[in-house]
């Protein structure tokens, strides 16, 4: 073998998935596109330099002609034709077996987001992908409790999400050097399972997150081209839909699809990285380019409106599904009152979603498949998708997609609080290896913890004055740490990386220099 090395802890079965035949298709991969890779990223410090300087961006003038052009993807392949109801989760056993049975049309088997990259957890993953495409995932808990996939009908379509472009994964080594955490991701799934799929009469399919733009689309029709040669796939045979949640990446919808050519199925509206990524790309553009409180910016805000209309509007004149965003509610089966409200909320963004023309939307929590199924049934009836559902009313403006001061709501001290506590609350968690947490009846991953910390970067730095009339400073937001610490402490009790996580987001929130991703210095704190 080359020079591959794996540098992690071990882990059993890991020899499942870590076989020399894997490990040299992932090496082919890495010295092929990790280079091409690199490239990008540093472009896209460029770009991010480019909209800083002119304080805005607009649709690009060089790319008009695929706008313009008449084209479409590819129909949608089995088991992508009707993706009414899709649950998310991480590629944890238990969580696994329960999205596997839900009922839901898609399961987004979550590599990214909603897992931390501990290597224990990067190969967990995979092992329990694996054993999910063969129906053979099962397990017992301590107490003898067996979880087991349902025998009595189809389950949902299995599609992975790999890390973004971004992360790096440093427990196994290419000519010396960390591979590219996404194409490990991307790579294991497909060397054990794209075969199997297909001979099951499904394939292999992604989420594809975190993208910038089309040319990074298009290093991923490069990646899925060499990969089918190698496995000896049909061309095309791997899809991939991918979330629109980077404010760039807004404006090369149509430029996305077109570059991931053949691969292409759909798009997603990633709606809480989205919020992040407008904060980050315009964090000191001004105070027009200030958010309210994160509670407070809805999917009904003008700017989220036209973004949501757009993807809609995109994806049906070229032939690819548009999916809906997160509902993040955790149904309560204690509290009839609050479970009845969450419930509620679900059920007018689903009603929303599939009266503006999503062909299906995501849940977080097996009790939300119900209440999506019924608002998208109320539509769809018996069609699987709205694919016919032409959106031409819809000419979104690059002002439209960037109002953020059209967005209500206030920025206030009850709001700072939140944010403080979420991430910090998520982080400890993340730290210990669980990348999705319960917090106030809210499923939060990764994205609403950046969502929270880069909005108390911005409101440092922009002076924002508070309801309180407080206006937001270091020294301001290091007492409320400290108060939302010592509340976590005596409501929760002592959480195990707690003083790790409060380091970690005062270094994130408090920097001089934005972090682009707070991802990246956690994961130099985990195994």
Known sequence: ??????????????????????????????????????????????????????????????TADVRDGDWQVPPPPPGLVDRRVEITGPTEQKMAVNALNC???????????ANTPHWRNVVTG????RDAVRRQLAFSTPEGREYRLRDDGDLPTIVPRPRGWHLPERH???????????????????????????SRGSGPYFYLPKMEGHLEAGLWRLVFDAAERSLGIPEGSIRATMLVETIPAAFEMEEMLHALGSHA?????????????????????GPEFVLPDRAAVTMTAPMMRAYTDQLVAVCHRR?????????????????????????AKVREDKTREAGD?????????????????????AVLGDRPNQLDRQRPEVSVTASQLLDVAGVPGGRTLAGLRANVEVAIRYLAAWLGGNGAVGIHGLMEDA????????????????????????????????????????????????????DDARRLFEQVALADDFPDFLTLPAYELIS
Not at 462 to 485: F, N, P
């Open 447 to 498: 994205a609403t913890a950046e969502i929270s910390r880069s909005q108390v970067w911005q409101w440092v730095h922009a002076g924002v004055e508070l309801d309180t009339g407080e206006t937001v400073t270091e020294d301001l937001v290091r007492r409320v740490v400290a108060e939302e610490v010592e509340n976590i402490t005596t409501g929760i009790g002592e959480l195990p990386h707690l």
């Open 103 to 113: 009922g839901a049309d898609v399961w987004l088997a979550d590599l990214e987001d």
């Open 265 to 285: 199925t759909g798009l997603n509206a990633g709606r809480w990285d989205y919020l992040f990524s407008v904060i980050k790309v315009f964090r000191e553009a």
């Open 126 to 129: 995979q092992l329990v992908l």
């Open 172 to 198: 196994l080594l290419v000519d010396g050097q960390p591979a590219v955490g996404a194409l490990v991701d991307a790579g294991l799934y497909l060397f054990h399972n794209a075969a199997e799929q297909l």
């Open 357 to 377: 023309g999503f062909d299906g939307s995501w849940v977080a929590h097996p009790d939300l498949v119900p209440v999506c199924r019924e608002a998208f049934d």
């Open 1 to 62: 073998m080359s020079d591959v090395r794996v540098e992690g802890p071990e882990v059993e079965r890991a020899g499942e998935v870590l076989t020399p035949e894997a490990l040299e298709f992932l090496a082919d991969l890495q010295r092929r596109f990790g280079p091409q890779r690199d490239a990008l990223l540093a472009a896209r410090a460029t770009r991010r330099a480019e909209i800083a300087t002119a304080r805005w961006l607009d649709f690009r003038p060089e």
């Open 319 to 343: 032939g690819a599904m548009a999916i809906g965003g997160m509902a993040a509610a955790i149904p309560s089966r204690k509290d009839a009152e609050a479970n009845e409200r969450a419930l």
